[in-house]
């Protein structure tokens, strides 16, 4: 079994390299299942996918799944969206964090889990990628200062919801300027007496040319950020005082323009709970 597996390179590759805790890169993806395959998706992913597929590999530490509702996609803007077309379509989110300084090995491991996944027979294919993107973190920030949880906490801590926001920019030096808004001044307003947490955010990266044929090369590598937005209460309660205005306040910044915020709420591992609801 030893010279099968090549175990004996395991401790070597152990010995070298980043180990630290901090998240400094992320895999991001929303997913829509086929109309009528729902619950088989459910099952597949949570059962299988999201063990074998993700949680299993090397460096990737932290993950945790979120779904839509019809409701909560229904509160999602702008109306015209790049990112997902509907502006409702993707009801699953999830969320992973990798070791910072270890992407190129998770990488390595993804490709190669993936294509054996796939040659097994353990990839269910009736479902669409609508925004699937490894991103490297940029800035957290955070409401309480030093208190409370760190971002390499968010995906066990238990919030209630996660709000999903991209922001396109016109060029590389527009995102700079853009980070930097976010980080000085946009968030730490936004976040103040809020039930936001914290803010993660990120910037995509390419995949893979090897990757798997069923996701899209990632769009807006140089021109986009990613936040994630986790909540101590519902997305609903004051949604459209606590995230309506994103947008507005983004373009009159003349910063980029928000193409996403979305909404969503923890799943309840191991149960089918909310499949019935996302029609």
């Known amino acids: 079994m030893s010279e099968q597996t090549r175990s004996e390179v395991y401790a070597e590759l152990a010995s070298v390299g980043p180990y630290g805790v901090h998240p400094g890169h992320a895999l991001i993806t929303m997913v829509e299942p086929h109309p009528g395959h729902e619950h088989a998706y459910n099952r597949w992913y949570e059962d299988d996918h999201f063990i074998a597929g993700?949680?299993?590999m090397p460096w990737m530490y932290a993950g945790r799944r979120w779904v839509a509702t019809r409701d909560l996609q229904l509160l999602r803007h702008p109306a015209e969206s790049a990112v997902a077309d509907p502006v409702t379509a993707g009801c699953y989110l999830s969320t992973y964090w990798i070791t910072e300084g270890r992407y190129d090995e998770h990488m390595k491991w993804t490709v190669g889990i993936n294509k054996r996944l796939n040659r097994d027979g353990r990839v269910h294919q009736d479902r669409t990628h609508i925004f699937t993107a490894f991103q490297d973190r940029e800035v957290t920030v955070y409401r309480d200062g030093a208190d409370g949880p760190r971002?390499?906490?968010a995906l066990d801590h238990p919030y209630r919801g996660l709000v999903l926001e991209v922001i396109d920019t016109e060029s590389p030096?527009?995102?700079a300027e853009l980070l930097d808004w976010l980080?000085?001044?946009h968030l730490p307003e936004r976040l103040a007496g809020s039930p936001t947490a914290l803010v993660t955010v990120f910037r995509p990266t390419p995949l893979?040319?090897?990757r798997m044929t069923y996701v899209k090369q990632v769009e807006g590598v140089d021109t986009r950020l990613t936040l994630l937005w986790f909540l101590e209460a519902d997305p609903r309660e004051e949604w459209e005082e606590r995230f309506g205005g994103l947008g507005d306040e983004v373009a009159a910044a003349g910063l980029g323009r928000v193409e996403l915020v979305?909404?969503?709420?923890?799943t309840l591992v191991g149960t089918d709970r909310y499949v019935d609801q996302l029609r």
């Open 54 to 56: 993700a949680m299993a």
């Open 151 to 153: 971002d390499f906490h």
């Open 173 to 175: 030096e527009q995102r």
């Open 183 to 185: 980080r000085s001044k």
């Open 208 to 210: 893979p040319g090897d």
């Open 262 to 266: 979305a909404p969503f709420i923890p």
